[in-house]
């Protein structure tokens, strides 16, 4: 005869308790943007009715999960130009920063702070303004 080999989930909160409970099922939840899968029991199955509520209670963003979105938020206040004309560092860092969030990646590097800001970044900057 051969041999036959089982794989056995337990579930991941008995796991934690040091206990190995055989899991029953699984439940996937996306939280801040990350997706997580957790193996659960029938009795850490009962979690799933709170997350009903969530799902009831939310809205279905669809995949792909990107960071919280940000449309709706008002816009950074622009700050006066600078005596030469010139938009003032801070002025154009925020801006680019604002432009990264929405994007949800770096569009525009920008250091945290310091005198200079990347030409190309100052460019786009005057581009978008003017
Ligand atoms: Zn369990």
Known sequence: MGRRTYTVDYCDFDEAD???????????????????????????????????????????????LAPASRRGRSRTPTAPATANGEPSVAEVRAWAKAQNEAAGEIVYPVAPRGPRIKKEVMDAYKAAHA
């Open 18 to 64: 040091g206990k190995d409970v055989e899991a029953t099922g699984s439940i996937t939840v996306g939280i801040d943007g990350k997706l997580y899968e957790i193996l659960v029991c029938d009795e850490h199955g009962a979690i799933r009715e709170t997350l009903d509520a969530i799902k009831e209670l939310g809205k279905v963003i669809e995949a792909p």
